[in-house]
């Protein structure tokens, strides 16, 4: 079971793009949840956004509803986040992380917590800065 995590543009200014793609090997994608948790520096893992990969369905917490977009493509067994007009305080670790079952996406975002998921993936960092 592997999960490799990667982000295309690495350093952004603010009002940019990123995406980050997180590829997973060893496990049937679309029977699990997944779900992008980000954490600042002295803080706890927050919650971004789940897609339910089996029939597709997506989740965003509140802080990023609107600019992020999660998408899934099964036959790459690859997730994408999509950040658009990033701000300043976009800038910190991101990870991946899978949960078997979609039943965790239905949680409210705030209730989303890092440590119930089954599989976790290496952070990456996203810096976006003038």
């Known amino acids: 079971l592997r999960f490799s995590c990667s982000v295309w543009g690495g350093l952004v200014q603010p009002g940019g793009s990123l995406r980050l793609s997180c590829a997973t090997s060893?496990?049937?994608?679309?029977?699990?949840?997944i779900g992008w948790f980000r954490q600042a520096p002295g803080k706890g893992h927050e919650g971004v956004s789940c897609i339910s990969t089996g029939d597709g369905s997506t989740y965003y917490a509140d802080s990023v509803k609107g600019r992020f977009t999660i998408s899934g493509d099964n036959a790459k067994n690859t997730v994408y986040l999509q950040m658009n007009t990033l701000e300043v305080d976009d800038t910190t670790v991101y990870y991946c992380s899978a949960r078997y079952g979609s039943a965790w996406c239905l949680l409210p975002a705030a209730q989303w917590d890092y440590y119930d998921m089954d599989y976790w993936g290496k952070g990456t960092q996203v810096t976006v800065s003038s």
């Open positions: 060893g496990f049937t994608l679309e029977h699990y949840a």
